[in-house]
């Protein structure tokens, strides 16, 4: 297993971004959401993802950059639950969706179970 999160598992794109928003589905677990869309990426990468916080809820960078860390540090730690049931690539983009400051611990809860909903909601498209 590896938890690891490298560069090429970046979604940096602009063209792929805008297709998230355009044509993606959403799962939401309070207070994460996660905007998803099926993607034809290379062989070897599964998962693209990007991190975001709103500036509406945090003003300061401090406060967004804070939050961003833990949103990729849950992920990194938990891709593992995502990357040995998901059948095609996927793009995803994580957001945080409140002014409440949540504890390490309770974002890590929530990632995980946001991550069971994800994949139930996926395995119900099929």
């Known amino acids: 297993m590896n938890f690891t999160y490298p560069k090429n598992e970046k979604l940096k794109s602009k063209i792929t971004i805008g297709l998230l928003f355009t044509e993606g589905k959403s ?18 990468e ?24 833990v949103l990729r540090e849950t992920y990194r730690l938990n891709k593992h639950l995502l990357i040995d049931n998901l059948d095609q690539p996927y793009s995803f983009m994580f957001f945080y969706q409140t002014k409440d400051r949540l504890t390490y611990e309770e974002i890590n809860t929530k990632t995980i179970q946001l991550f069971e909903k994800f994949l139930l909601q996926i395995k119900k498209e099929e």
């Open 27 to 44: 799962v939401s677990k309070y207070p994460l959401r996660l905007v998803y869309k099926a993607s034809s990426l290379s062989e070897g």
């Open 46 to 69: 599964k998962i693209k993802m990007g991190v975001s916080v709103s500036k509406k809820n945090f003003k300061k960078a401090v406060d967004r950059n804070y939050f961003k860390r």
